[in-house]
T-cell receptor, first 113, second 114 residues
C-alpha cells in the first residue's frame, strides 16, 4: 500500500502565479482533505472533497480551489499567489466512517518569492 | 463548532523523564480524538486515537492518552522520554455532524535533553 502520495515535494513560484498540487489517497479511501501548515503552526483546514464535490471549506479565499477525480485523487489550485501562501500543503485521505483517522502525505513545500 | 487547545507550545523534558502534553477539546457531539506526531519536513503520523471504546488509549512508541469527558481533556503521556521522541505533537478532533473534517490544535514541540 503506497499510502497517501503528494506531488511535487517542493515548489518555488513567483507572486501572482498559479500553482497546482496533486494528491493520491490511500487505497480504499474516498475522501480527501487539504491543509495549509505555515511554519510553526498547526495544519489549517482548507477544504474537503467527497464524491467529486467540495463538502466543507475552511476560512480560505476563493483563490484556493480544488477538484476530485473519479479515482478519488485530488488537486489543489491556488491562483494569484501571495508571499503569505508559502507553507507546507498537506493532503489527508480518509473515509466517511467517523471513528477512523486521516492518513497524511509527506506534503508539498510551496515557497512564493 | 469544534476546536482543540494545546496548552504549551514548547515542552522540555530530560531523557527518561515523564512526558505530558496537554490537550483540551470543544465539541457539541461525542468527539473522536487523535494525537499525531510530525518530524521535521514530514507529514503527520498517527500516534493514537480515541473512538469511545475505552477512555485510556495506548498508542505507538509507548505513548498513551486518557479521555476525560468531565474535563474535556485528552492529554498525551509517556512514562520515559527518549531522544527520538523530540518532535511536534498535534492533538486533533473529528466529529462535527456537519462533515468529516479533522481539526488540529496549534501543536506542542517536545524537546528532550540528554
Amino acid at each position: 500500500d503506497a499510502g497517501v502520495t503528494q506531488s511535487p515535494t517542493h515548489l518555488i513560484k513567483t507572486r501572482g502565479q498559479q500553482v497546482t498540487l496533486r494528491c493520491s489517497p490511500k487505497s480504499g479511501h474516498d475522501t480527501v482533505s487539504w491543509y495549509q501548515q505555515a511554519l510553526g503552526q498547526g495544519p489549517q483546514f482548507i477544504f474537503q472533497y467527497y464524491e467529486e464535490e467540495e463538502r466543507q471549506r475552511g476560512n480560505f479565499p476563493d483563490r484556493f480551489s480544488g477538484h476530485q477525480f473519479p479515482n478519488y485523487s485530488s488537486e489543489l489550485n491556488v491562483n494569484a499567489l501571495l508571499l503569505g501562501d508559502s507553507a507546507l500543503y498537506l493532503c489527508a485521505s480518509s473515509t466517511t466512517v467517523m471513528n477512523t483517522e486521516a492518513f497524511f502525505g509527506q506534503g508539498t513545500r510551496l515557497t512564493v518569492v | 463548532a469544534q476546536s482543540v487547545t494545546q496548552l504549551g507550545s514548547h515542552v522540555s523534558v530530560s531523557e527518561g523523564a515523564l512526558v505530558l502534553l496537554r490537550c483540551n477539546y470543544s465539541s457539541s457531539v461525542p468527539p473522536y480524538l487523535f494525537w499525531y506526531v510530525q518530524y521535521p519536513n514530514q507529514g503527520l503520523q498517527l500516534l493514537l486515537k480515541y473512538t469511545s471504546a475505552a477512555t485510556l488509549v495506548k498508542g505507538i512508541n509507548g505513548f498513551e492518552a486518557e479521555f476525560k469527558k468531565s474535563e474535556t481533556s485528552f492529554h498525551l503521556t509517556k512514562p520515559s522520554a527518549h531522544m527520538s521522541d523530540a518532535a511536534e505533537y498535534f492533538c486533533a478532533v473529528r466529529g462535527d455532524t456537519g462533515g468529516f473534517k479533522t481539526i488540529f490544535g496549534a501543536g506542542t514541540r517536545l524537546f528532550v535533553k540528554a
